[in-house]
T-cell receptor
Framework: DSGVTQTPKHLITATGQRVTLRCSPRSGDLSVYWYQQSLDQGLQFLIQYYNGEERAKGNILERFSAQQFPDLHSELNLSSLELGDSALYFC????????????FGPGTRLTVL | AQSVTQPDIHITVSEGASLELRCNYSYGATPYLFWYVQSPGQGLQLLLKYFSGDTLVQGIKGFEAEFKRSQSSFNLRKPSVHWSDAAEYFCAVGEGNAGNMLTFGGGTRLMVKP
């Protein structure tokens, strides 16, 4: 158990819908990262927040957005969902920004029908 | 842009045999390098990391990896594989300056024969 929690574990929804994925980092970790794992794209970095502020952006679609709240939990919002958005979404956290060890949560499996 | 290549998509080894998983990276500066393991239905667990110093790094579960700058490689090794090592293994490089994100290789799925 990494100490990073993600909810829900599974999510099934329809095209065009909007969903919110939630992540709670390890106690004391200020940085949260979101990754998408799909069969065709592999593991891709989406976005990073550090202490409430966006720090880095990767291959994140405009339909996707994220935020980190004062209690340091983070939410990833996915809207206008398409079939191709079906994937495993991981959250990771680390103590500070930088290439320190990132601890990954168990992921949320999103299925878009 | 940095990139990571894991040339072997699948590898099958017999239990007790030695293992080497290959990883090549492309990055301009001194890289931060990682190996993660993902068991079915699980998240990613860090096996080991290289930031600087000794180029042979030891990790958990008996794994080690060697950083070779001249070959841009960071291969993962284990002298004797156990059936519980069957999983998918990912090599990753982190940006040195900002260190904000990991770029992952495509992964190598390891199968262990009894």
């Amino acid at each position: 158990d990494s100490g990073v929690t993600q909810t829900p574990k599974h999510l099934i929804t329809a095209t065009g819908q909007r969903v919110t994925l939630r992540c709670s980092p390890r106690s004391g970790d200020l940085s949260v990262y979101w990754y998408q794992q799909s069969l065709d794209q592999g593991l891709q970095f989406l976005i990073q927040y550090y202490n409430g502020e966006e720090r880095a952006k990767g291959n994140i679609l405009e339909r996707f957005s994220a935020q980190q709240f004062p209690d340091l939990h983070s939410e990833l919002n996915l809207s206008s969902l398409e079939l191709g958005d079906s994937a495993l979404y991981f959250c990771a956290s680390s103590v500070v920004s930088g290439s320190n060890e990132q601890f990954f949560g168990p992921g949320t499996r999103l299925t878009v029908l | 842009a940095q990139s990571v290549t894991q040339p072997d998509i699948h590898i099958t080894v017999s239990e007790g045999a030695s293992l080497e998983l290959r990883c090549n990276y492309s990055y301009g500066a001194t890289p931060y390098l990682f190996w993660y393991v993902q068991s079915p239905g699980q998240g990613l667990q860090l096996l080991l990391k290289y930031f600087s110093g000794d180029t042979l790094v030891q990790g958990i579960k008996g794994f080690e990896a060697e950083f070779k700058r001249s070959q841009s490689s960071f291969n993962l090794r284990k002298p004797s594989v156990h059936w519980s090592d069957a999983a998918e293994y990912f090599c990753a490089v982190g940006e040195g300056n900002a260190g904000n994100m990991l770029t992952f290789g495509g992964g190598t799925r390891l199968m262990v024969k009894p």
